[in-house]
Every structure is written in structure tokens, then in C-alpha cells.
């Protein structure tokens, strides 16, 4: 069993950062590649980006790519998302989600989710 919990939503302007976290607790956190997905009010769910059991591979959509950067510490136990260069269309509930596959198809364990708003 793994829980995540995710961490460091907020409002920023459109240009800023923030760095999510998703604390996973288990000892188990290395056997699962992760990912960041987001959803906004009125569409679905969307793939941001994921990245490998060790944090040798990662992937991003097209929409993030050059802007966000996923990182792992199996030590912590916690994967981020760090994001820059924020646009008002990147405002959503942002999710981490653990999958046993890489790339990631589907999903075992997923956080409870974290605000993000931009403002323009």
C-alpha cells in the first residue's frame, strides 16, 4: 500500500514557479514510476509528465515540455514538479500517481491533489 500526498499549490502569477511535492509513505516507492497529471475545471484529466523508477527517464506533454521538470528522492520518498515560466492555462488540481510501468499506463495509488492557480 502506498499513499501520496501532495504539497505546494498556490496562486502565482503568470511567469512564476512553484515546486509541487507528492510524499509517498511505504517502502515500496522505488518499485513504482510516477507521474504528474492535472485537471481543470470543465476538462479532463491530462498526463503532465512521468518519470522512472531511479529518475533515469522522464517524458512531458507537449503543452509543459521545456517549462516543468520532474524530479525524484527515493531517499524522501517524494517526487516533484518544479514549474516555471507559468501560464494562466496551466491553473489546475495537479495529481501525483504511481504506476508499476514505465511509461506509465496505469495507476495503483494516486494523492489527494493540489490547487494551482495562475493568475494573469
Known amino acids: 500500500q502506498v499513499q501520496l500526498v501532495e504539497s505546494g499549490g498556490g496562486l502565482v502569477q503568470a511567469g512564476g514557479s512553484l515546486r509541487l511535492s507528492c510524499a509517498a509513505s511505504?517502502?515500496?516507492?522505488?518499485?513504482?514510476?510516477m507521474a504528474w497529471l492535472r485537471q481543470a475545471p470543465g476538462k479532463e484529466r491530462e498526463l503532465v509528465g512521468g518519470i522512472s523508477w531511479r529518475g533515469s527517464r522522464s517524458h512531458y506533454a507537449d503543452s509543459v515540455k521545456g517549462r516543468f521538470t520532474i524530479s525524484r528522492d527515493n531517499a524522501k520518498n517524494t517526487v516533484y514538479l518544479q514549474m516555471n515560466s507559468l501560464k494562466p492555462e496551466d491553473a489546475a488540481v495537479y495529481y501525483c500517481?504511481?504506476?508499476?510501468?514505465?511509461?506509465?499506463?496505469?495507476?495503483?495509488?494516486w494523492g489527494q491533489g493540489t490547487q494551482v492557480t495562475v493568475s494573469s
Open positions: 500517481a504511481a504506476s508499476p510501468d514505465y511509461p506509465p499506463k496505469k495507476y495503483d495509488y
Open positions: 511505504g517502502r515500496t516507492f522505488s518499485s513504482y514510476a
